[in-house]
């Protein structure tokens, strides 16, 4: 069943009409071949302090996670403030899960299509972003200057698939004034980036 609707997921991911470089990621992410620190067999602390690849006293490393991409992509500090950002925009509360990132099921309110968008934007964005583990101690500041420019990076990449100017006819009726992420403000109005204003 998960692998029905995972193969159904990339099927439509590759229809969308936006770059491939944007959908990338998460391909990558799905065929277990980015390049983690448990991928790499690195010793190596994440600067956010959540996750410890560091050797152990008298073993010459500590087997880095196997699953160090739930890291990078949901308990990360950086994964952390977009997942915060999504949540703050589609009303969800804390109740965001790693289904609706992971597998893209749009919670309640957000078109499928656009969901899948906004999906492959956060996905990108916590990647690109990620608090580069080393084996030096980072300033937490830099942890907190990368989430911040994630979250940027998340809207900066919804910006580019409105320039590109390539969605479905059907959006027009579908995406009201209220919709969160992307809307038509009017009927006769382009398709924009719905970035409500920081509390």
Known sequence: MLLSVLCSTLRALWCLPWSNEHKEVFWKLLYDSLPTVGRMHLPRLCPCGLLSCAPVSG??????????????????RVALSVRAELERCCSVGAGLTRQHLLLMHPPPGVLLDVWRVVCLAAISAMWSCRAQ????????????????????CFWSLLHDF?????????????????????????????LTVHRPPSG
Do not use: K
């Open 59 to 76: 073993q010459p490393r500590n087997p880095p996670p196997r699953n160090d991409w739930q890291h990078v992509f949901w308990e990360c």
């Open 162 to 190: 409105v320039r590109a100017g390539r969605y479905r006819q059907s959006w027009q009726r579908r995406l009201t004034a209220a919709h969160p992420f992307l809307r038509f403000e009017r009927e006769d109005a382009p």
């Open 133 to 152: 583990p080393a084996p030096g101690v980072v300033p937490l500041d830099t942890v907190i200057m990368r989430a911040g420019a994630a979250v940027d």
